[in-house]
């Protein structure tokens, strides 16, 4: 058969529209959804004859019933969200790709009425006066940080780009060679400084870097000192850094303010839960830090949110800033920001209640019950599977604790009738999609992330996979 008949065969958009399946679909699909994607079936079908070897031609042939299977597909498909809830079984707690933290369930109400209703956003309500969206969180954040006052944007490299640009744009600032991180995204420390303003005057070596280095950097177009927590990689072995209080006694001396971009942003100790010590806010806060900065959808275990705490002096100025309103956080941030801070005022109920670290800190007995329970619910399945639990470690991922292992337990995986690639990918295009990893070629699911109410969702998932 020649490709002029093939396309011939081709049926018109009005025959689709007249199958009865595509006619059901047309009772709850607006009808310009179901002819674009009547339309696009075609035309991909038409230019799969177009591509075709004259040798492969007459093993060709134009299916109507796979066609509109197709375009049911397509149809149904747009009209889901895109942006949905998964089940993330990677073990990586902060997952970027995933959306980094979870809130806590017991704020749900709280964002729907503000999210659904009008809101305090900006206004005072004892005065009944224009107020600050940032009135909300200022006097928990300076409670819990010690800090004279605070300003939040949209993410950290806004807040670094917000501090730099307000106090040294123009001028010089000096940050040790072995701290000009990536932050993700490809991009980098020294990228954020140019589009701030403020030019980049590296020192030291990139293992180490001596007092003296900063010292004899200062010049008269000096503007601050910046320090950079390397909160997602490690340097070890033959290496040396300045300490905090030794910059700060330096920037004293010179009359210059000192700079921290803290990265993570972690609110407690957390090496009490038997975790590396990884610095905390309040530790930058009382060396004497002039300007710190961290993230509020990491180790803080909130919303996305650059957190900007400091100098009042400081503070003030960027308030007045441009940049502020082009990198002011919305009303859902604030509000999801103010209710997660409120955990921290009983750091026991914050451990215990903000998903982040209830997970980083859970011991591996109870991640062991979840396995098992999980396991037996899916051997009852019967499915064509080989199941096993084993120990294995977690990862705090999203750019915190890069050396960190916590110990947890996995459930591995290998499907009898398909490969694990395509286990893999049957699980991840499930309704609910379940992110895994593979490795030697089993399926892992990392039970420290996974919760109690997904085990129906994942039983469902294999179900629906290996049927």
């Not at 000096?174 to 701030?196: A, C, D, K, N, Y």
């Not at 905090?244 to 210059?256: A, Q, T, Y």
């Not at 694990?420 to 309704?431: D, I, Y």
Request: hydrophobic share 40%; net charge neutral.
């Amino acid at each position: 058969m020649s490709k002029e008949k093939l396309l011939r065969n081709l049926p018109s958009v009005d025959e689709l529209l007249y199958d009865e399946e595509i006619k059901e679909i047309l009772n709850r699909i607006p009808r310009r959804v179901v002819v674009e994607n009547v339309r696009r079936v075609i035309q991909e079908t038409r230019e799969k004859i177009l591509k075709l070897k004259d040798s492969h031609l007459t093993d060709f042939n134009v299916d109507k019933e796979n066609m509109i299977t197709e375009i049911l597909i397509k149809a149904n498909r747009f009209m889901e969200m895109n942006l949905k809830e998964v089940i993330n079984a990677t073990g990586v707690v902060l997952h970027t790709n995933l959306g980094r933290s979870l809130l806590v369930d017991d704020m749900m109400e709280d964002l729907w009425s503000v999210a659904s209703g009008y809101s305090t956003l900006e206004i005072n309500v004892d005065t009944g006066k224009r107020g600050s969206r940032y009135s909300h969180v200022e006097e928990l954040i300076k409670f819990i940080t010690g800090a004279e006052d605070c300003l939040v944007v949209n993410n950290n490299a806004a807040a670094v780009m917000l501090v730099l640009s307000t106090m040294a744009k123009g001028k010089e600032v000096i940050v040790s060679r072995g701290e000009l991180v990536e932050i993700g995204g490809s991009f980098r420390i020294p990228e954020v400084m140019e589009q701030s303003g403020a030019k980049l005057v590296d020192v030291g070596a990139t293992n180490k870097t001596h007092l003296r280095d900063y010292e004899g950097a200062i010049g008269e177009n000096t503007a601050a000192l910046m320090k950079v927590h390397t909160s997602n990689y490690r340097i070890l072995g033959f290496t040396e850094e300045i300490g905090l209080k030794d910059m700060v006694e330096l920037g004293k001396r010179r009359n210059l303010p000192v700079i921290e971009d803290l990265g993570s942003g972690v609110l407690i100790d957390l090496s009490k839960y038997g975790l590396a010590h990884e610095p905390t806010v309040q530790e930058s806060v009382n060396a004497g830090v002039d300007v710190i900065t961290f993230s509020g959808d990491k180790l803080l275990g909130g919303p996305q949110a650059g957190i900007i705490i400091g100098k009042r002096k400081w503070i003030e100025k960027m308030k007045k800033n441009p940049l502020t309103r082009a990198f002011r956080v919305d009303k859902l941030t604030m509000v999801a920001l103010e209710a997660t801070l409120r955990y921290y005022l009983d750091e026991e109920m914050a451990v215990k209640t903000i998903p982040t670290l209830r997970m980083i800190t859970e011991g591996v007995d109870t991640i062991r019950e979840r396995a098992e329970k999980l396991m037996n619910l899916i051997t009852s399945m019967k499915l064509p599977l080989y199941i096993d639990c084993r120990e294995d470690y977690s990862q705090v991922g999203g750019g915190s604790l890069p050396l960190e292992k916590l110990p947890t337990r996995i459930l591995t995986i290998k499907a009898h009738n398909i490969s694990t690639p395509q286990l893999e990918e049957g699980l991840r295009r499930s309704k609910k999609p379940i992110f895994t990893r593979i490795t030697e070629d089993l399926v892992i699911i990392d039970l420290r992330t996974i919760k109690e109410r997904d085990f129906e969702d994942i039983c469902q998932g294999l179900k629906e996979v290996l049927k």
